[in-house]
């Protein structure tokens, strides 16, 4: 179902992401938590290769989308919006996100349907659209609302 590479923002000049369709799984680098939020408690995680799951979403330019708008921080991006809850500074976004995240891609044509499938097995606390699972059901709430 989910073929991935890799992606470690710091290597960021190595990166061979392609400029076609997919999903994407953003998680935390081992031993990586969240900042803390005095109004937000820690989010449950399941793990994806031993990673905790934060994340995923489909593009229809993977590069574009994960480099772009994700780590660079161009254009529209709900992830940015919602790690700005708990690091305000676009700048320092950007720095936390090459220093604490991998990304995992996978391309493909029926994106929709298997970022679908992620959310139901993952449980991703950033994806607030498409996640009816109980476990975290307050935590996206609350983050839904400081976004």
């Known amino acids: 179902m989910f073929d991935e590479k890799v992606c470690y923002p710091l290597n960021i000049e190595e990166l061979k992401i392609p400029l076609e369709s997919g999903n994407y799984i953003i998680c935390l680098k081992n031993g990586v938590k969240l900042p803390s939020h005095n109004e937000l408690q820690d989010p449950v995680y399941t793990t994806f290769k031993g990673f905790d799951v934060l994340y995923t979403g489909i593009a229809s330019n993977l590069f574009k ?3 772009g708008n994700h780590i660079v921080g161009l254009g529209k991006s709900t992830f940015r919006v919602s790690l700005g809850v708990f690091i305000s500074n676009s700048n320092d976004r ?9 990304f995992f891609y996978c391309q493909n044509e029926n994106a929709e349907e298997i970022e679908k499938i992620i ?4 449980n991703p606390p950033f994806n607030l659209k498409h996640n009816t699972n109980p476990i975290n059901q307050e935590f996206r709430r609350e983050l839904g609302v400081k976004r």
Do not use: G, P, S, V
Not at 94 to 102: A, F
Not at 119 to 122: A, G, M, P, V
């Open 119 to 122: 959310i139901n097995k993952y």
């Open 94 to 102: 950007t720095k936390w996100i090459l220093e604490n995240l991998i």
């Open 65 to 67: 989308r994960i480099i």
